[in-house]
DNA sequence: TCTGCCACAAAGATGCGACCTTTGAAACCC
DNA sequence: GGGTTTCAAAGGTCGCATCTTTGTGGCAGA
């Protein structure tokens, strides 16, 4: 990330402007203005128009431009348009879909990694979710974070579905966006901590119906507190 | 498709070189090589190099080259990703971590359609099992296919959840993938149809758990039916 | 001989400007 | 008025020049 190249920063910003509705579906754009309006040249405006047409967020069209598509066309499971929509308006909207989405998957995640974790797997589990408690009761927030998102990952990989792995960045986002938009409570609940130990201790002992039924009493919490804000 | 710009057809090549395992993780490409096996200019060979590092195909590191990444980096739910693999050896177990995927993601998306689904939605989801249950007797699978595929796009859609409505084209890829392999019966079973049915009108009655029952019914099928093939 | 610093070169990153190709749309003809 | 032709706008491709980063090998000192 360190030496981040040219064409980044414009991505970055046309693909702010683009997912926060600054630019509608159908607003057209051409190469020329963001090569004026950056100051870069043609081969970075074409490099970032390409990525952001990767993305779904434009397609580009000979004689006419480039044309800004649908949020439908959008290709949602990309960090980067998840980072970009918790940014901007909509990103309770956004961290709801989010959430509706691992409440199916994880635990599903969760029974899967009861099966397949190796007894590495299970030690690391067991040890974060001990962490958890501890930076939970001493309402250590940032660390307590930090320690959930490495639990959800390490649960998602000892599963041994690439596609349930690849959601780690997904639930990584909506965590810390729960935490940036002031959805967790300053001290966790006792009952979070205590289904996140039921999930490690059920992935220990190869239960998946227990696991999956543990995580279920995780994710429902979190579709809770979402509701809440209605 | 029909006026395919020249860079995506060298993105079509390597692609499928990395995800089929031609090239494998750690390989190093340059600039230079690209541009004179497919006989196309720098600004093509960047363009493409730069596509497929969105993929997390692989990266570019100065003074080194393009180097190929491990699978556990790459973007899998991107449709080219899919599409590429189901193409290429290991194709079985890709379709096996997909099928996971949809088991764990299409109940929870029939319970969220039972309650969001618009009347016209219900309408058509009703007619498509309808349309199934006869291509399927009659033994046209080609046409029965496409029925399926706007089942689920149908319900997931319906679901009012962009990150199920955009696993459309996940879903699609399986079904069209178990049929080109063989894992269809030569007739659809009868308990799928009646599934299908069952799905549709527990959404038309506004039934969540039922809507999800039945899909569970559907996916479990699946599923076993890959397991087969160990 | 081993260690560390330095210069060189390889390969990507960026920039430019010319020319090609497609295509929307206006001008024109029947 | 409708179909056809012409034109120009905007992306697509190209090749080359220059800059920047960084692996590597060589040289010098301990």
Redesign the interface.
Known sequence: MAVEVL?SGVLEAIGAEITGGVLPAGAVLTLEQIQQRFGVSR?VA??TM??LE??GLLTSRRRVGLVVRP??DW????PRVIRWRLAGPGRLGQLR??T??R???E???AA?AARHASPDEVDALLAVSARMRELGEAGRLEEFLAADVEFHALLLRAGR??????LTGVVAEVLAGRTRHGLMPSRPRAEALDAHDAVAAAVRSRDPEAAERAMTVITTEIRAALGDLH
């Open positions: 064409h081969t074409r490099e390409r990525s990767q993305l949020s439908s290709m949602v499971f990309d879909s989010l509706e989405l409440a199916a998957v635990p599903v995640a899967a579905n690439e596609m349930f792995a690849a």
